[in-house]
């Protein structure tokens, strides 16, 4: 296994995620547990030490299972990560009674590791509204020992990233993004991981094969990456991408099979950082996949400046690119619930004035007609 040093600690570069744990008859809420305890075991065997799971993952069994599983070690031997659940507005208020309600769930004295759950658009506001007293609560607990790191986890868009930085930045600890060659471009990965850094906060990765896309890419794709690496399949590609990345710390993969759980031992049994070929197969390789179903905008902004209703096009543009791209998904619905709806794309009067200056020539009154339907 190999390892990363985290203020003097030696993590697994490998975490194990429990967000996609087996489960019986296709329900996501009831978890196998028998599987769930072989993978534990396997995992921690391995050498893994690093355990993460959430309030609400598998309608919140998540955290009880993993730490039923966890209990047979001693404690000091693993890290466990689990999260304020403030992608629900509705739990703002009660940080006290879901920080006790998550011990007593995974049956620990402290949780190594805790995070603000999915920063994004969404909530920015609520989690940086001093009312609610989200930040001062988990800092008494640090304080008390209850809480050893203090991170926060993002989905959303480079502005909400330096907004939390700039309020509770001297706080994190490290901030876990979703991170793959794919999103290196797509959601704008290396320019976050670049304010990251000159934060001085390392780098936890979430969806590094960006839910098994990564693990399954056109033939002719995977024919170029064996070329370079005979002996390496696309899933182990994607890690290496992120072995490179130097302020990566953590690498979370929510492993759901034993097969899966063996394969990715195997790839983080040593390291092998890809070389200046390597990196660029890759990111041609996301190129290609970027340019089927989504937009080719280049944020130019002349569609703003004639747009009557004064639309962010290429922000929403973006979204569009996303929610399409991924076939659905939280992260556009999450972003545009925070927009006031005269700034949506159903407020799209359809008059095609922002098409006339498109460098690109986009039809950008049809996107906003497909991105409302869609939605």
């Known amino acids: 296994m190999i390892y ?21 008859d296709g329900n996501d809420r009831v978890i196998d547990e028998e599987k769930t305890q072989q993978m534990v075991d396997q995992a921690y065997e391995a050498g893994i ?20 599983c966890l209990a047979k070690y001693p404690r000091e031997s693993f890290n466990l990560a689990t999260k304020f659940p403030g992608y629900d507005l509705s739990n703002m208020p009660k940080v006290k009674e879901i920080f006790e309600k998550q011990l007593e769930k995974t049956g620990v004295s402290y949780f190594d590791f805790y995070l603000f759950h999915n920063v994004c658009e ?17 800092l008494e607990q640090k304080k008390a020992g209850r809480i050893r790191h203090l991170g926060f986890s993002c989905h959303g868009n ?22 793959n060659y794919l999103d290196w471009t797509f959601q704008n990965g290396k320019e976050k991981v670049a304010i990251l850094k000159e934060a001085g ?41 992120l072995q490179s990345v ?24 040593e390291d092998r950082k890809l070389n200046e070929e390597e990196y660029k197969a890759v990111m041609e390789i996301a190129d290609r996949m970027l340019s089927v179903n989504t937009v080719p905008c280049t944020a130019c902004h002349y569609c703003v400046t004639h747009c009557p209703m004064e639309l962010d096009i290429p922000h929403l543009i973006s979204l569009y690119n996303e929610h399409v ?11 545009l619930s925070a927009l006031d709806d005269n700034k949506k794309p159903s407020a799209c009067l359809h008059c095609r004035s922002c098409e006339q200056v498109c460098p690109q020539q986009i039809k950008i009154s049809e996107i906003m007609e497909d991105f409302a339907e869609r939605i």
């Open 325 to 335: 791209y991924t076939g659905g998904g939280f992260i556009a619905p999450m972003a």
């Open 158 to 179: 480079i502005n909400v990233l330096k907004r939390f930085l700039e309020a509770y930045g001297k706080h994190m600890e490290f901030c876990q993004l979703q991170l």
């Open 4 to 24: 990363r040093d985290f203020q003097g600690e030696k993590l697994s570069a490998l975490g194990f995620g429990a967000m996609r744990l087996p489960v019986i």
């Open 246 to 269: 130097p302020e990566v710390t953590m690498i979370l993969s929510g492993m759901s099979a034993q097969d899966q759980m063996e394969k990715n031992l195997a790839t983080f049994s």
């Open 122 to 138: 969404m909530n920015i506001d609520a989690y940086l509204n001093p009312e609610y007293g989200i930040l001062d609560y988990l």
């Open 201 to 241: 906060i390392p780098v936890w990765v979430m969806e590094p094969l960006r839910g098994g896309k990564l693990a399954h890419i056109k033939k002719e794709d995977e024919a170029v990456l064996r070329k370079l690496r005979p002996d390496e399949d696309p899933a182990a590609w994607a890690f290496r991408f």
């Open 49 to 68: 030490n690093y355990y993460d799971t959430a309030w609400g993952y598998h309608g919140g069994n998540s955290e009880t299972v993993l730490g039923k």
